[in-house]
């Protein structure tokens, strides 16, 4: 920056008061006051130079920080080794017998003397899942922050079109450790501010940015946690520069504003990309800087565990069978702790809601007589049919899973009055194959003589696999009797699952 000396300062002044004949002050007099004011600009640039400078340096060694965050995190768990300047592990590799912290909390009470820094952390568990992450841990507050690629302001220049500008956010760690560490933690946020000049978020209803979140999700509210719609922070405390838009940014009015929220949602955070548009005008500007990824506070178990959540939010990685407190008594469940609380499959209740999923039992009835042969016996009515394995039209049972199940007819048949000898076979069918029968027979029977015929089975099914009743055989003139008193019926129920195949 060029500077006037003093010389030439007292040069121009007295250039100046030799063309103006009436000057009121005398030369030494605006001398001084000239000196002061330079003196001040001075102090000024000087400040302003330091500052920069500082700016510099910082953005330098933030750069230098994360290049080597990025660069440690393809190393293999064996090459990993924590920091001497840590004291926790020191000279241990990792995924040895020393345990490895899951956040910034658990490091901080393992040795309280600690400074704030970067530390290694396993979310997901040691021995399971991905490898561990290099976190900054504010010791004071316990807080974990995860580091990206994206925390400077950075101009998304000028485009047209919704989400023109599209910036993926690179995170010193993966989605599954992210998604662990969110799962832990009591809260965890993300802070966002965008400086915008006549850079709308929307327009007319439509948005020309969003973000996307854990798993890709496009959203467009930019603070909170209400997904559903498109808000800033200043629209939820109602104070944006214009009462009827949401975002300072969606303002028409052409001079430089700023939206700053906090994203909350620990179940979406965080973001992985940001997408910017409309910046238009020549005069139209848009900057983003997007906050580290932070969690605070740990859930904390008290009492005896009562799912495989509370079992690894204690810290249990092995996975397998244990014994959980349930409802009123201590209840057996599978664990499977290669996958996060939040997965499907990853607890089983041993006999109760997802091995049997449902209780499967059925009782039905006829309420009307029936004579036809080879085709499965139908029912009208269901007096129990937990689990809706039984078809009442067709009269077959499908079966929902594999195990051992019991099935049971009573059935009253009504013979015609002959001399010769009458008889009914009732059978059981499995996948269309007979398997036992049930057998009533008479000589010189009477009309309207009535008899009880039976068949029990216990089989192992597969799941999918169907049973009936059929008439394989009857005499002329006889038929299967039944009314408002319902004579004729069909039980089953599932005794023992297969939880091998379940």
């Not at 302001?153 to 992210?178: F, K, L, W």
């Not at 949401?246 to 994203?263: E, F, K, M, Q, W």
């Not at 169907?466 to 069909?490: A, P, R």
Request: aromatic share 10%; net charge negative.
């Amino acid at each position: 920056m060029a500077r006037f000396s003093r010389i030439h300062l007292f040069g121009l002044l007295v250039l100046a008061c030799w063309n103006c004949s009436t000057c009121a002050l005398s030369l030494e007099e605006k001398l001084q006051i000239l000196t002061e004011k330079l003196e001040i600009v001075e102090a000024k640039v000087n400040h302003l130079e330091s500052e920069n400078s500082k700016l510099k340096t910082k953005n330098e060694q933030q750069d230098s920080i994360l290049t080597d965050l990025l660069q440690n995190r393809r190393q293999t768990n064996e090459e990993l080794k924590l920091s001497s300047n840590n004291g926790l592990l020191e000279n241990q590799s990792i995924g040895k017998s020393a345990a490895m912290p899951r956040t910034c909390r658990e490091t901080r009470l393992s040795n309280p003397a600690l400074a704030s820094g970067m530390y290694w952390i396993d979310p997901d568990g040691q021995g399971v899942g991905d490898d561990p992450i290099s976190v900054y841990c504010d010791m004071n507050s316990g807080s974990t922050s995860i580091l990206h690629d994206s925390e400077s302001p950075m101009n998304v220049g000028h485009c047209t079109d919704p989400g023109c500008y599209s910036r993926e956010i690179n995170y010193n760690a993966s989605t599954r450790q992210m998604a662990a560490l969110a799962e832990l933690s009591n809260e965890c946020h993300q802070s966002i501010k965008y400086d915008c000049t006549s850079a709308p978020f929307e327009v007319y209803g439509v948005a020309y940015s969003w973000w996307n979140d854990r798993t890709g999700n496009a959203n467009y509210f930019w603070s909170g946690s209400n997904s559903s719609v498109h808000v800033c922070q200043c629209g939820i405390d109602n104070n944006c520069v214009e009462v009827f838009v949401p975002c300072n940014c969606d303002s028409g009015l052409p001079t430089p504003l700023t939206d700053d929220g906090v994203i909350t949602d620990k179940n979406i955070l965080p973001i992985t990309q940001l997408n910017f548009g409309r910046t238009i005008l020549e005069s139209s500007s848009g900057v983003h800087t997007l906050g580290r990824f932070e969690c605070t506070g740990q859930v904390v178990v008290s009492g005896m565990p009562s799912s495989c959540e509370d079992l690894w939010h204690i810290g249990h990685t092995l996975s397998g069978l244990y014994s959980v407190m349930g409802i009123a008594k201590v209840e057996n469940i599978y664990c499977d702790f290669t996958k996060l609380p939040s997965d499907a499959g990853f607890q089983k209740w041993i006999g109760y809601a997802d091995v049997k999923s449902a209780p499967t039992y059925f009782y039905v009835q006829r309420n009307s007589s029936f004579s036809t042969t080879n085709i499965a016996i139908p029912f009208e009515l269901a007096e129990l049919n937990i689990g809706g394995a039984f078809d009442l039209p067709s009269g077959i049972f499908t079966a929902p899973r594999t195990g051992i199940y019991f099935f049971s007819f009573i059935g009253v048949p009504e013979f015609p009055t002959s001399s010769a000898l009458s008889q009914i076979f009732i059978a059981l069918f499995w996948n269309g194959n007979q398997i036992g029968r049930g057998v009533s027979e008479e000589g010189n029977s009477v009309s309207s003589q009535n008899e009880q015929i039976s068949i029990q089975s216990t089989l192992s099914l597969n799941a999918g696999d169907k049973v009936w009743v059929e008439i394989v055989v009857m005499s002329t003139g006889m038929f299967l009797y039944d009314s408002g008193s319902h004579c004729n019926h069909f039980s089953g129920w599932l005794l023992e699952e297969e939880f091998s195949l379940s």
